[in-house]
Nanobody, 123 residues
Framework: QVQLVESGGGLVQAGDSLTLSCAAAGRTFSAYAMGWFRQAPGKERELLSCITWNGANTNYEESVKGRFTISRNNAMNTVYLQMNSLKPEDTAVYYC????????????????WGQGTQVTVSS
């Protein structure tokens, strides 16, 4: 099992940028893929982005492609989500998650979750 702690959320205006961080402990961080999810009120949790164990490959959900960037620092056991050009519809609780596998095989393969951090984008 891995423990994950997100930080960096807050209240911003539309068009602003924000960077989320997620610190991991308890399992060899460089062994598994990491992802960022979000959940807005009344909606299902959606997978936004995934990064493979070594950072060589990433993928993004269509609505954030070109605006969000996932990255990781294995020496620091941390994964990041850089969010640019934020929109009110990006308002949600953001979660990082750890996969069972080293590559990005889909949302069903994430088995550890952080507590989430709130991001609110005002218009």
């Amino acid at each position: 099992q891995v423990q994950l702690v997100e930080s960096g959320g807050g209240l911003v205006q539309a068009g602003d940028s924000l960077t989320l961080s997620c610190a991991a402990a308890g399992r060899t961080f460089s062994a598994y893929a990491m992802g960022w999810f979000r959940q807005a009120p009344g909606k299902e949790r959606e997978l936004l982005s995934c990064i493979t164990w070594n950072g060589a490959n990433t993928n993004y959900e269509e609505s954030v492609k070109g605006r969000f960037t996932i990255s990781r620092n294995n020496a620091m056991n941390t994964v990041y989500l850089q969010m640019n050009s934020l929109k009110p519809e990006d308002t949600a609780v953001y979660y990082c998650a750890a996969s069972r596998y080293s590559d990005c095989f889909g949302r069903q393969n994430f088995d550890s979750w952080g507590q989430g951090t709130q991001v609110t984008v005002s218009s």
